[in-house]
T-cell receptor, first 112, second 115 residues
Framework: DAGVTQSPTHLIKTRGQQVTLRCSPK?????VSWYQQALGQGPQFIFQ???????QRGNFPDRFSGHQFPNYSSELNVNALLLGDSALYLC???????????FGPGTRLTVL | AQSVTQLGSHVSVSEGALVLLRCNYS??????LFWYVQYPNQGLQLLLK??????LVKGINGFEAEFKKSETSFHLTKPSAHMSDAAEYFC?????????????FGAGTTVTVRA
């Protein structure tokens, strides 16, 4: 049973660029959440997608956007990258109740 | 709004000694509670969770936690530390019975194990 997968593993971008991160949920899960984990901090909730719609959003600017596809996979897009966007981006999948979330290995984004 | 406080950003224990990681939460109703472990350069792995029922919860790798409503706490323990327990540990909460689906995490506690 494949768990949550994310790509790429690492990414280096420069300020002002745009980036797309990808996530495939655990088999049987249809809900995907994204979290940002800055160095030395706990993960912070960005948003959650269910039925191809953004169901809930955390306190992140509009530069952060996402998408969910009919196969439940998801993308996180970040525009106009800032140095402060450097972090580990974690994807988590769950059933619609959402309370138990399974995490992927993350994508390490470095903005120079 | 929920919040989580983990007391102690770093804990150092000897191999074979008790591991105790503290977590207190703030929530209008008793939430669902979780402990996750994160090894270097990896994602989060669920150690254990409390939803309803027995307040003493057993998880993987010999860890357990007890939900104490009166103290709004969910402390994590392991009787005997192993070198492989060196990692970062996060306490998280999720609100029950609302349209709030997110996990709210504490800042984490880094555990080092001395030989």
């Amino acid at each position: 049973d494949a768990g949550v997968t994310q790509s790429p593993t690492h990414l280096i971008k420069t300020r002002g660029q745009q980036v797309t991160l990808r996530c495939s949920p655990k088999s049987g899960h249809d809900t995907v959440s994204w979290y940002q984990q800055a160095l030395g901090q706990g993960p912070q909730f960005i948003f959650q997608y269910y039925e191809e719609e953004e169901r809930q959003r955390g306190n992140f600017p509009d530069r952060f956007s996402g998408h969910q596809f009919p196969n439940y996979s998801s993308e996180l897009n970040v525009n106009a990258l800032l140095l402060g966007d450097s972090a580990l981006y974690l994807c988590a999948s769950s059933l619609p109740s959402g309370y138990e979330q399974f995490f992927g290995p993350g994508t390490r984004l470095t903005v120079l | 709004a929920q919040s989580v406080t983990q007391l102690g950003s770093h804990v150092s224990v000897s191999e074979g000694a008790l591991v105790l990681l503290r977590c207190n939460y703030s929530s209008s109703v008793p939430p669902y509670l979780f402990w996750y472990v994160q090894y270097p350069n990896q994602g989060l792995q669920l150690l254990l969770k409390y939803t309803t029922g027995a307040t003493l919860v057993k998880g993987i790798n010999g860890f357990e936690a007890e939900f104490k409503k009166s103290e709004t706490s969910f402390h994590l323990t392991k009787p005997s530390a192993h070198m492989s327990d060196a990692a970062e540990y996060f306490c998280a909460v999720s609100e029950v019975g609302s349209n709030d689906y997110k996990l709210s995490f504490g800042a984490g506690t880094t555990v080092t194990v001395r030989a």
